[in-house]
């Protein structure tokens, strides 16, 4: 795009318009938010208003399953009482130690020394030793892949210079979060000690973390990790999560288990273009756990359709498009690559094409020029995104072409 082109949005394609051969584009003017997408896509059926949550029941004491994109809950049974989520915390630990990597504040290859207070932590651990020395990249996938809790404690105090310093941040970010009944008092979700309190949150709370986690891609690469080297090969990091390498999609997230929690997990997968993260809390045993996530997530998945908002890779946009000093005054542009989304099944008809495209497009281009996008909004969520091409090559004009096609 050309540096101070005025670049708006066109929110006014819906899938009806697509279903019968067309397209719209609005000429110009302010860009109208998404939320006016959706409205203008399905004003023929009332305002954008999501489907009772399923209550499903079995072998866990709180259920949630939520569609990743725009948070609509799909399945809920318990999901606002509040329990002992044991390992399933590290997930608020991963991710503040990743948001400062992703601020600058941390890098992956900085040294991190293990305290004493970190070597002697119970539960899973790699055994760490005080005065060892490992990075935050080690101690991260540790943490991730297996859920160690001297991990949590060294990177804990090295963000934050204590536990308790840490947790306080823990809190905050779950505030920021809407993570409205969750209180943390540990790094690890170990259960609490001599006066301490127990951690305490929700499985609609822990979806809520789920779904700022998986933004940043290491948690998912190493989540869907079943094995990883750790001291140079010489141990071994695996992941307790049964579901990695089993269910169709699945790469992650964290399970938990301690006596007072049960056996939890909060997983997530991609089948058909479409992510969903469920929650479960208190099953009776690991097998339960994976078996009612895989019923839980396959319930879900089953709830949406895909939608073929753009059939085949050059597909061309229905109105030719303006061109600056160009042989000719406008052009046709094309879609770059196929566009198909999953939408739930009541609502294939409120999906809308966004374009973010230039004033102009200026000569001179050759043909298959990526020259701005085209979005599949729903909810105010994108869904996919394409290119949008030129499908010839545009030649720049002479002087009187230039004269009457700028």
């Known amino acids: 795009m050309q540096t101070g082109s005025r670049i708006f949005r066109l ?4 899938l009806a318009v697509l279903m019968a051969g067309g397209t719209v584009l609005a000429a110009g003017g302010e860009a109208p938010s998404a939320a006016a997408a959706d409205s203008a896509a399905g004003s023929a059926v009332g305002p954008l208003t999501p489907p009772p949550p399923a209550t499903l029941t079995g072998d866990f004491k709180a259920a949630y399953v939520v569609d990743a994109d725009t948070g609509w809950p799909l399945v809920a049974y318990h999901e606002r ?3 002992q989520p044991a390992s399933m915390l590290k997930m608020m630990t991963e991710l503040l130690v990743l948001e400062r990597v992703a601020e600058g504040d941390l890098h992956f290859d900085d040294p991190v020394k293990v305290s004493a207070k970190a070597s002697n932590m119970g539960g899973s651990q790699v055994y760490l030793k005080q005065g060892e020395v490992f990075t935050v990249r080690e101690l991260l996938m540790a943490l991730a892949i297996h859920s160690a809790n001297d991990a949590a404690v060294s990177l804990a105090e090295h963000v934050a210079g ?9 809190n905050m970010r779950a505030r920021q979060l809407g993570m409205a009944d969750t209180e943390f008092h540990s790094v690890h979700g170990l259960p609490p000690g001599w ?3 127990p951690d ?3 499985a609609r709370d822990l979806s809520l973390l789920a779904r700022q986690l998986i933004t940043h891609p290491e948690a998912l690469e190493w989540a869907s990790m079943a094995h990883a080297p750790f001291r140079d090969g010489k141990f071994i990091l695996t992941n307790p999560n049964k579901l990695v390498g089993t269910y169709r999609g699945l790469d992650g997230l964290k399970t938990g288990y301690t006596g007072p929690a049960g056996f939890c997990v909060t997983a997530t997968a991609i089948q058909k273009g479409k992510r969903l993260i469920s929650v479960v809390m208190g099953c009776s045993s690991d097998k339960a756990r994976a078996t009612e996530s895989t019923r ?3 319930y879900g998945f089953n709830m949406y359709t ?4 753009v059939e085949t890779a050059g597909e061309p946009l229905p109105e030719p498009y303006p061109v600056a000093g160009g042989k000719v005054k406008s052009a046709t542009l094309a879609y770059g690559a196929p566009l198909k989304v999953s939408v739930l099944r009541d609502f294939q008809d409120r999906v809308a094409i966004r374009y973010e495209l230039p004033d102009k497009i200026k000569a001179p281009l050759p043909a298959g020029t990526t020259v701005g996008s085209a979005e599949a909004v729903f909810a105010g969520h994108v869904l996919g995104t394409v290119p949008v091409v030129t499908r010839q090559d545009i030649l720049k004009g002479n002087w009187l072409d230039r004269l009457f096609h700028n």
């Open 195 to 197: 006066r301490q309190k």
């Open 162 to 170: 204590s536990t308790e310093a840490f947790v306080d941040l823990m």
């Open 200 to 202: 305490l949150t929700t």
């Open 81 to 83: 009482d509040r329990r």
């Open 11 to 14: 929110l006014v394609l819906t």
């Open 296 to 298: 839980l997530l396959s």
């Open 306 to 309: 895909q939608v073929p908002l």
